[in-house]
């Protein structure tokens, strides 16, 4: 027999959500970095990729603490206005945290943060809806670096392929983009299967924090996402350090 809709199971306990735990270890952590680190740096960054940033992170784990999302939440930590503010003068990098940007706090000093930055960059793959920086064509041929088993999925990308004599072969020469083409899923999938690495990661530092209770603005670029209206981003939180 079916079971009766009225026999319910009622639990009468209330538990916290995983949700407002996360939001609150990230407060404290926040409080606890503006507390030990010398400097806090906000910053963006171009054709995200978490695999270079997490790099980053590790190479700077001795002296350094990476923090990427919950704006809201971070700033709240830091304070938003003079009278609520956790140290001097950081309610104004509070105030930055809009868009899609990230918080670093570091005991490296501030020129040697600024120029590592402006020199540092990565090779990746190219997203859908990326600008093609340059043209990119294949020539006619054996492509003899892919399994044979691969040749249907090719032909599926639109690229004129054909087995012979087992070995995938490209009937005839082929353009995958043109500079100045918006990159389609079919041509960013191609692209990556042929190691083609065009677009470029970097970091981009937008202001900077001194324990010491000074705040400096280093860029007048917005970062991604942000308006005037913007408090953050609702999406999940990363702790990068």
């Given at each position: 027999?079916?079971?009766?809709?009225?026999?319910?199971?009622?639990?009468?306990?209330?538990?916290?959500?995983?949700?407002?735990?996360?939001?609150?270890?990230?407060?404290?952590?926040?409080?606890?970095?503006?507390?030990?680190y010398?400097?806090?740096?906000?910053?963006?960054?171009?054709?995200?990729?978490?695999?270079?940033?997490?790099?980053?992170?590790?190479?700077?784990?001795?002296?350094?603490?990476?923090?990427?999302?919950?704006?809201?939440?971070?700033?709240?930590?830091?304070?938003?206005?003079?009278?609520?503010?956790?140290?001097?003068?950081?309610h104004?990098?509070?105030?930055?945290l809009?868009?899609?940007?990230?918080?670093?706090?570091?005991?490296?000093?501030?020129?040697?943060?600024?120029?590592f930055?402006?020199?540092?960059?990565g090779?990746?793959?190219?997203?859908?809806?990326?600008?093609?920086?340059?043209?990119?064509?294949l020539?006619?041929?054996?492509?003899?670096?892919?399994?044979?088993?691969?040749?249907?999925?090719?032909?599926?990308?639109?690229l004129?392929?054909?087995?012979k004599?087992?070995?995938?072969?490209?009937?005839?020469?082929?353009?995958?983009?043109?500079?100045?083409?918006t990159?389609?899923?079919?041509?960013?999938?191609?692209?990556?299967?042929?190691?083609?690495?065009?677009a470029?990661?970097?970091?981009?530092?937008?202001?900077?924090?001194?324990?010491?209770?000074?705040?400096?603005?280093?860029?007048?670029?917005?970062?991604?996402g942000?308006?005037?209206?913007?408090?953050?981003?609702?999406?999940?939180?990363e702790?990068?350090?």
């Amino acid at each position: 027999m079916p079971k009766s809709k009225r026999n319910k199971v009622v639990a009468l306990t209330k538990t916290r959500s995983k949700g407002f735990e996360l939001k609150k270890k990230l407060h404290d952590e926040i409080k606890t970095c503006a507390d030990d680190y010398a400097y806090a740096f906000v910053f963006s960054v171009e054709n995200m990729r978490n695999n270079i940033l997490k790099e980053l992170r590790s190479n700077w784990k001795q002296h350094s603490r990476f923090f990427f999302g919950k704006n809201k939440v971070m700033a709240s930590a830091m304070g938003k206005s003079p009278s609520d503010e956790h140290q001097p003068e950081l309610h104004r990098l509070a105030r930055k945290l809009r868009g899609n940007v990230g918080l670093l706090f570091t005991n490296k000093e501030r020129d040697e943060v600024v120029s590592f930055f402006q020199t540092f960059s990565g090779r990746s793959e190219a997203k859908p809806g990326f600008v093609a920086t340059e043209t990119v064509e294949l020539c006619e041929g054996p492509l003899d670096q892919f399994s044979h088993s691969m040749e249907p999925q090719f032909r599926q990308l639109g690229l004129p392929t054909a087995l012979k004599k087992g070995v995938i072969t490209l009937l005839s020469e082929y353009t995958i983009c043109k500079k100045g083409d918006t990159l389609t899923p079919e041509q960013g999938r191609i692209l990556k299967l042929f190691g083609h690495q065009m677009a470029m990661f970097k970091v981009n530092l937008l202001c900077v924090w001194a324990s010491s209770g000074t705040f400096e603005q280093l860029s007048d670029a917005v970062a991604e996402g942000a308006d005037d209206d913007a408090d953050g981003d609702d999406e999940e939180d990363e702790d990068m350090g």
